[in-house]
């Protein structure tokens, strides 16, 4: 069990880690205004969904129940279209700063949302963990200087941040059970299936409308990395992650994003490391560990909670 834990902590820094480069990454490809992020968000989510069904041919079959994969259906609009979606087009509206504060609550959302439909207690630990987190990665934020960069409609792009942010947290809880249940590539086969149907439905005049003779090497080179690397390979560890440990521990691992965009900045010559950014890291992964070490998540090794969107017979 204790190795197994050790995966699921890897896995999830991993992900994360992906998730904050793609944000230097996907700038760089978005920058000549030819690939729109509605166009990004859609090779994201077709792209990892055509990989997936790739991977499942190299897979062992699996027999998955109707209802799980209506279920599915849901788990792919919540983690993945509404999540991603409303990210995206909240940061068109909002300044980047505001919509990095914003994302710094998820993990607050988790482990409420956690403990309203897993019956997962909020210990003080937890709570301390959390709060030290938030600390570390707003000071992060600050330190990046976005904060002055603003946007066309403020209210509205924090909305959907925010909005973005309690899918996220609703697609932690809600289908950890389903996820637990079935190997990682089918439950992301099917959940990627449906998220690419309802992008596709939903942009297909964007495909149509764009000059895409005019899209250059690097802007394709980084489009690859945003749908192998921070889309297909990210999910599969968010997913290893879940199956190992709990809701509110995975979505702590949304702090990491800031430490490795700052480190990126500082790579590129854009930003530079400072003291206050060293205790900002600190605060960040001390976080992390209280939060591993609460109550809660030691429960982990005891059980494994049931899903909340009713489980199917062995």
């Known amino acids: 069990?204790?190795?197994?834990?050790?995966?699921?902590?890897?896995?999830?820094?991993?992900a994360t880690a992906s998730w904050g480069l793609m944000a230097p990454v996907g700038k760089l490809v978005m920058a000549a205004g030819?690939?729109?992020?509605?166009?990004?968000?859609?090779?994201?989510?077709?792209?990892?969904?055509?990989?997936?069904?790739?991977?499942?041919?190299?897979?062992k079959p699996e027999k998955m129940a109707r209802k799980d994969i209506i279920l599915l259906a849901g788990a792919g609009l919540l983690g993945i279209v509404l999540n991603q979606g409303g990210y995206i087009f909240?940061?068109?509206?909002?300044s980047p700063g505001e919509a990095s504060i914003i994302t710094t609550t998820s993990p607050i959302w988790v482990m409420l949302l956690a403990a309203l439909f897993l019956k997962e207690p909020i210990t003080?630990?937890?709570?301390?963990?959390?709060?030290?987190?938030?600390?570390?990665?707003?000071?992060?934020?600050?330190e990046g200087g976005n904060l002055a960069q603003g946007g066309d409609n403020p209210l509205l792009g924090d909305l959907l941040?925010?909005?973005?942010?309690?899918?996220?947290?609703?697609?932690?809880?809600?289908?950890k059970g389903i996820i637990v249940r079935y190997s990682v590539i089918s439950v992301m086969k099917w959940m990627f299936t449906f998220a690419a149907i309802a992008m596709i439905c939903g942009s297909f005049p964007a495909y149509l409308a764009t000059d895409w003779s005019a899209v250059t090497a690097p802007e394709l080179l980084g489009s690859a990395y945003v749908v192998v690397f921070a889309t297909f390979l990210a999910y599969i560890c968010?997913?290893?992650?879940?199956?190992?440990?709990?809701?509110?521990?995975?979505?702590m691992y949304n702090y990491v994003q800031p430490i490795v965009a700052s480190l990126v900045g500082v790579y590129l010559g854009l930003?530079?490391?400072?003291?206050?950014?060293?205790?900002?890291?600190?605060?960040?992964?001390?976080?992390?560990?209280?939060?591993t070490k609460s109550r809660a998540a030691k429960s982990d090794a005891e059980s494994a909670p049931e899903d909340t969107l009713q489980r199917q017979p062995e």
């Open 34 to 59: 030819i690939i729109t992020p509605l166009l990004l968000t859609n090779f994201r989510i077709v792209g990892a969904a055509v990989l997936f069904w790739i991977a499942s041919l190299f897979s």
């Open 124 to 142: 003080w630990l937890k709570g301390g963990g959390i709060a030290v987190g938030a600390c570390g990665a707003l000071i992060l934020v600050y």
């Open 271 to 291: 930003d530079r490391f400072t003291l206050v950014k060293a205790l900002a890291v600190v605060l960040i992964f001390s976080g992390v560990f209280l939060v």
């Open 161 to 175: 941040v925010w909005g973005a942010q309690i899918c996220y947290a609703l697609y932690l809880t809600l289908y």
């Open 1 to 14: 069990m204790k190795n197994s834990k050790i995966w699921g902590h890897l896995a999830l820094f991993c």
């Open 238 to 251: 968010i997913a290893i992650g879940q199956k190992r440990l709990r809701p509110t521990l995975v979505g």
């Open 90 to 94: 909240g940061v068109s509206f909002t």
